[in-house]
């Protein structure tokens, strides 16, 4: 069987090739091939397989949709804001007007997958199906239990406690039910992922398809969310006081715990993260000291690459830093580079970088980058964290070559994203727009606004040509240094500090970084924050985790900030068309700036959760809507 690509032809394309070589005689009495009777899937592995396929189509592609989660949190600016995500950013999303909403966390979307990974467990395990191989049938069934976990998973983690649906419902049935509560779901998800690992284990998955690990992964992520601030009933209380904002007392149930009991907790998820990194490895984590600084780029590059890059430099074996990943590898139409690449190059500048992230990123000797430092403000892209350079695109910084129809206007192939002194063909100095900005003579409509632009996962490979080619980067659900990450912070919080600093050491190492200093219970808790935002960026984890620390309103809530670059001829030098980034000739000037007029963000403490929609409230009037909507 060919390795799966959870593509939403390949239901349909199996279901045909299996009608047309599985009926040799009266072929005309048979359904049409893409019109299965229900009764009819289960009685053939093919089919029953094509069924499970389809499933994994409530998987989209990963995070690589145009809007990304990342584009409403602190880590980027959506350029085009009419999708929506202004509107989420703003806080004046309600039940109504619910701004971006992406299909693989939306709730009808999710109850769609769920009700037919129901359909799934039904049919196998109560018997109604011809399947005769119970190696196959665990097979199912395994991937049903993780699927339907990981549906229920992004439902949780977005709207807090939802009904627990396990049954498929007919027309004559109610279709009001009560949400469960915030426990009764973190439960339901733990015992969907016990059963997917037991019935998973020992069996090789075809690449793309969930395994016994992927379930312990999922089990874990859910165990560290469970632990976290948000669902401590008391510490989210008063956060929704601070406005002033009651939160009903049955509303709770929904939302956090009724115990206190985080010990208990921490445990339970720390025992769950090194149950996955017991039963994997990672990449390079077994380092004693840190690499160079040119080897931590490209150690953090081929993780992002995922094995799915050609480049020259890129290291293939960082795919066993993945345990689940949507891949894309026979029908590849993948455009992420198009969306998210400098307009430049004919891309749409997608989801760019904002200054609030860029300027987290620590010096390379893991001191603090800081704007008031001279030094720093005159060269801020100097002997920076590595993994800033396989993140971020900046003013400057090498990239692929251009598009020969656009003319010989960048031979260097570098980003562009300044205002630079250059002399004309007459010899007059003018003010030229960089290549890569918003006055651009290349579709400047698409041009950041930040001054920055998205590298992690866009495919370095120069043959690539990001605007009409596609790429083969996978996208990871869940990679081992999530699982690293969890246990740390449990054993922060369980107050074991040597365990904690250990790990966050070999991830800092990897990278070419130092090994931490802090060696008190707060200052490893701030240091190891830090670490996963840098090392997690634009893996959808941001938006999550400044909600379940309940630190949005200092993260989230603030304005964005842009970079302003200059380039200004030093006395007796000058340039002349086409420009090239050049420190011999041009003093560089950047200015930091918090700009407002794209998007005015603001938080409000309603968004700890989404809202559930109007019209999903008047279909079930037992669906208690969020505290304030």
Known sequence: MKTIIQNRNLYLLVLITFFAFACKKDFLDVESPGQVPAESVWKDPATAQAFVNDIYNGLGNGGFSEEMLASVSDEALFTHPTRGIDLVNSATINPSTLGWVNDTWAYKQMYNRIRACNITIEKITGGDNALTSQTLKDQLLGEAYFLRAYFYQQLLRFYGGVPIITKTYVLNDNYSVKRNTYEECVNFIIKDCDEANKLLTGKTMEKGRTTATAALALKSRVLIYAASDLHIRTKLIAKFAEKNTIIPAQTLDFLSYASED???????????????????????????????????????????????????????????????????????????AQQNGPNGYHNWAGNTPIGLLVDDYEMKDGSKFSWTNPTQKAAPYQNRDPRFYATILYDGAGWKPRDKASGNVDPASQIQTGVYDLLDDKSNKFDFKGLDTRASSIENWNGSWTGYYYHKFIDPDPSIVDASMSQNVPWPFFRYTEAVFNFIEASIELGELSKATEWLNKIRFRAGMPAVTATDQDGLREVYRHERRIEMAYEEQRYHDTRRWLIASETLGRKTTYIKVTGKFKPGKTMSAPYHYDNTIYDYTYSPVEENSQENRSWDNKLYFRPFSRDEVNKNNMLDQNPGY
């Open 262 to 336: 985080r010990v208990g907790r921490y445990k339970l998820a720390q025992t769950a993260a090194k149950a996955v990194m017991d039963a994997t490895r990672g990449y390079m984590l077994d380092l004693s000291g840190p690499v160079s600084a040119t080897d931590g780029s490209r150690n953090y590059k081929s993780i992002a690459m995922g094995g799915g890059s050609k480049a020259p430099n890129i290291d293939a074996a960082a795919a066993s830093e993945l345990i689940f990943a949507r891949y894309f590898i026979v029908q590849n139409n993948i455009k992420h």
